[in-house]
């Protein structure tokens, strides 16, 4: 029976994923939610029950939203890897089998984006989601209107038009702008949404019914989250999309001078009734790979608990939250999220100071604010810039940066750097090859000054080579 041409009922679907069975679950210590597949034994773990995820109400419009959101930017591969990472053909079957597993145990929120999975994730989604009732899912999109050839309002509504096509439906749930603040700040929101018309055009668009709820997602200039508030009697936001973790709550600025603490946008949104829908509860998945000791810190409270479950406990605790949102490649994150909020056990009072001292803990340790979205890609000189921050972080968060040849650690740290910087990064994409032409930097949202961090990488990488740190 072809499962793509027809709605599944529930009891039916339950039967054929073999729920009634048994889901057996994976135990996932310091897992990156967006990395390769991790494997663990799982005998000693509870069956995940399908009854028990925990909702919330959006008080527009009545919607029992799961508070697990399936981020959609790292469907997998036929390769096996994530379509964030590469070229590599979606992997259908795969997309199928975890919409139907997050479906049946109660996720309904799906967030996609025409810029996901290189254009590729609204297409997958699409097929995914048809696949079952339209009242059994909510579908959040954006208009991702970051390039210029796309600020026209011709380019902008064909975008627009386009994501009804892909994902195979004819109204919206979520319908986002984009990722405001970035790049440009006040300038270039105007330039995609004011002076083309097409914020008032989507404001028209709820009004007909296309558009149930209408939102944004905000990075970077402070002044244009700002700016939107103030005219929120205008616009009626129904819901706003930040970053919020327990390291960004009150660090964010100190990680990044153009980022903005999470407590400042999450209260802001409080304060007006807005809710909030969360991205970057795991930080790129650096509260997954946490420094060794930090791990150790937070098994030793909750051992049986993963790392990443802190992190979303932490999220969905506050109140004001609809949604959690997670980029899940493989079964095993799914269903190590599905353990954390099937039901969510809310952080008590003193666990989220243990976390707020936790991130005091790890804000002493320079990392780069990377989350390997990689916006920043391609380097018009054949750079990887993502591989090379993210193993710089990697080699910081083990302790393989030395401070000196005097270090306890500096031959093996030495070693260490070096061989996996050349493991993980071909010579000829080395940060050796930056030419600081600045390309790259306009499109971060975490406003790194990406040039610099490359060429204190590639001096430091030197200093190793010629042993004279």
């Known amino acids: 029976m072809d499962m793509k041409q027809q709605n599944i009922n529930r009891r039916d679907f339950l039967k054929r994923l073999g729920i009634g069975a048994g889901v057996t679950g994976i135990a996932l210590t310091g897992c990156d939610q967006a990395s390769k597949k991790l494997s663990a034994d799982s005998s000693a773990l509870p069956e995940i029950p399908t009854d028990k995820m925990t909702y919330r109400t959006n008080p527009n419009t009545g919607d029992e939203v799961s508070i697990l959101g399936y981020g959609c930017m790292r469907w ?44 590729r994730s609204e297409h997958a989604t699409g097929i995914a989601l048809s696949r079952h009732p339209r009242d059994s899912y909510y579908i959040a999109t954006k208009l ?107 660090h964010a600025k100190e990680i990044n001078p153009r980022n903005t603490d999470g407590e400042y946008l999450y209260v802001e949104l409080e304060k007006r009734g807005i809710p ?80 707020y001292d936790t991130a005091d803990i790890m804000v002493r340790y320079p990392t780069v604010a990377c989350n390997d979205c990689k916006y920043c890609m391609p380097c018009p000189y054949g750079i990887d810039i993502p591989s090379i921050l993210l193993h710089y972080n990697k080699c910081v968060n083990q302790g393989n ?32 090859h930056c030419i600081g032409c600045g390309q790259c930097t306009p499109h971060c949202p975490q406003s790194i000054d990406i040039p610099k961090e490359l060429h204190r990488i590639d001096s430091y990488v030197e200093s190793l080579k010629q042993e004279s740190i």
């Open 76 to 119: 997998p591969t036929v390769a096996g890897e994530s379509a964030h990472d590469g070229a590599d053909e979606i992997d259908q079957e795969a997309v199928n089998d975890l919409v139907d597993t997050a479906l049946a145990h109660g996720v309904n929120y799906f967030d996609t984006s025409p810029a996901y999975c290189k254009g």
């Open 144 to 250: 991702s209107n970051f390039a210029q050839s796309t600020w026209s309002r011709e380019a902008s509504m064909a975008m627009y038009r386009n994501s009804f096509k892909e994902l195979q439906t004819d109204y919206i749930d979520y319908m986002l702008l984009h990722a405001i603040g970035m790049g440009g700040g006040m300038e270039e929101f105007r330039a995609r949404y004011i002076d083309n018309g097409m914020l008032d055009f989507l404001v028209a668009e709820r009004e007909a019914g296309r558009i149930r709820n209408l939102g944004f997602s905000y990075h970077g200039d402070i002044e244009v989250f700002d700016w939107a508030l103030a005219n929120h009697d205008k616009y009626k936001w129904d819901f706003v999309q930040i970053q919020l973790n327990y390291l960004d709550w009150k």
């Open 276 to 355: 909030a829908i969360i991205m970057e509860p795991l930080l790129g998945g650096r509260l997954s790979n946490v420094p060794d000791h930090v791990a150790t810190r937070l098994k030793q409270r909750e051992p049986e608990k993963s790392v990443a479950s802190w992190a979303f406990r932490y999220a969905g605790t506050h109140p004001g939250v609809l949604t959690v949102l997670s980029g899940m490649t493989y079964k095993e994150h799914l269903e190590d999220n599905l353990r954390s909020y099937c039901p969510l056990v809310p952080l008590t009072d003193e666990e989220v100071q243990f976390l």
């Open 401 to 432: 940066v030395a401070e000196s040849s005097q270090s306890d650690n500096y031959a093996e740290a030495r070693r260490a750097f070096l061989v996996g910087y050349d493991r993980s990064v071909p010579r000829l994409r080395q940060a050796s």
